[in-house]
């Protein structure tokens, strides 16, 4: 089931600018861009990935449990889309006569991760937030006792980059040898969920190797590799538009233009199509332009002004000024040159100091 969740960040919040476009759509085009914003569309990476997280979930109670994996990509390769559908698939919690029961609990990394802040974050993910202190034992305690009287099996900590990138490798390894603990109960399997830098994980805690589960790492589309699936997956998402692309995806030429716009990406594919659909709907049309594309990439342009458009260049779109000019106002050389911010004031001859 496709929900509202996939537009949400690690910490429950929407992207900015999507927020901002939903919040101030009207009901037509909210309804259209909600169908893009909560698109998933599965592929073969999504698919094994979401195989490797259930193979790590059933070895739980089976002699083999207490080890912890790492799951990692750069940012938007669909790390957090898998995992919140894994979880919604495995997390809920169940209301039983011994009280609550569930599977999984996926744990929000803080962004200051020291032990105590991590201890926090499971309580919350646990659902016992009543139950907080600011005490480490007190909080090993009341976490220990919910992962058994939950029959937790897996633990997932996302955005566990923090724990490597934001501490010291002393901090860090402190951290992890006190969540090594849960795979040395063998109450749960683990698994670290981030950026590349996990991988460091390895060096940094030796023992780390032994209780492993094995690594998934996530990549973009290779163009070289998986141009075929690429183009599948084109396919597949231009079937589920709301507002179909005037130039179908699934053509090997805007096939192509995609994955140089997205560099293999999948959320910035959705992130183009989102905007380009918003462009499409204000400019009245029922399907997505070159042109809308074409604006869409100049609009989500990430800090690279060099990288040639590969929809074309858009024209201007020009809109009338929210802003008028009090007619008193005094038009300066400043004001015409688009400095309007400027206060108009005469100029003071500069004093002669040749007498």
């Known amino acids: 089931m496709i929900d509202l969740e996939h537009l949400r960040d690690a910490n429950g919040l929407y992207p900015v600018d999507i927020a901002r476009i939903i919040a101030n759509a009207n009901p037509g085009k909210r309804d259209v861009l909600l169908q893009v914003g909560t698109m998933v569309v599965p592929y073969t990476q999504y698919l094994d990935a979401k195989d490797w997280l259930d193979d790590v979930l059933q070895e739980a109670g089976t002699g083999l449990e207490g080890t912890a994996g790492l799951f990692y990509g750069i940012s938007g390769v669909g790390k957090s889309t898998i995992l919140r559908e894994f979880v919604a698939e495995h997390g809920q919690p169940l209301q039983t006569a ?10 929000s990394t803080p ?3 020291n032990l105590v802040n991590v201890y926090k974050a499971m309580v919350r993910a646990l659902g016992a937030a009543q139950s907080m ?7 090993r305690s009341v976490i220990l006792t919910q992962l058994t009287g939950q029959d937790v099996q897996m633990v997932i900590f996302d955005e566990f980059t923090h724990i490597v990138e934001d501490r010291s490798d002393r901090s860090a390894l402190k951290v992890v040898r006190a ?54 997956v084109m396919g597949k998402i231009q ?31 959705m992130k183009l199509l989102f ?3 918003s462009f499409a709907f204000d400019d009245g049309v029922d399907r997505i332009t070159d042109e809308n594309m074409a604006l869409a990439f100049e609009r989500l342009r990430r800090g690279n002004r060099n990288k040639v458009n590969p929809f074309g260049t858009p024209k201007r779109r020009d809109r009338e000024s929210t802003v008028k000019r009090p007619e ?28």
């Open 275 to 277: 905007r380009a659909t």
């Open 111 to 113: 962004a200051n991760p």
């Open 133 to 139: 202190s600011n005490d480490v034992d007190d909080l």
């Open 179 to 232: 969540l090594k603990e849960l795979l040395s109960e063998k109450l749960c399997q683990v698994v670290f969920a981030g950026t590349e830098a996990l991988e460091s994980l390895h060096w940094l805690y030796g023992q780390f190797e032994r209780r492993s589960a094995g690594d998934f790492p996530l990549y973009p589309f290779d163009w070289e590799t998986e141009e075929e699936e690429w183009i599948k």
């Open 98 to 107: 011994e009280g609550i029961k569930r599977a999984v609990i996926r744990v």
């Open 328 to 355: 008193e106002t005094i038009e300066t050389p400043a004001m015409n040159a688009g400095l309007t911010n400027l206060r108009a004031s005469g100029k003071r001859p500069k004093p002669d100091f040749s007498k």
């Open 239 to 269: 079937a589920k538009l709301p507002l179909k692309c005037v130039s179908p995806l699934s053509s090997p030429e805007m096939a192509k233009k995609m994955h140089l716009a997205t560099n293999g990406i999948m959320d910035y594919v």
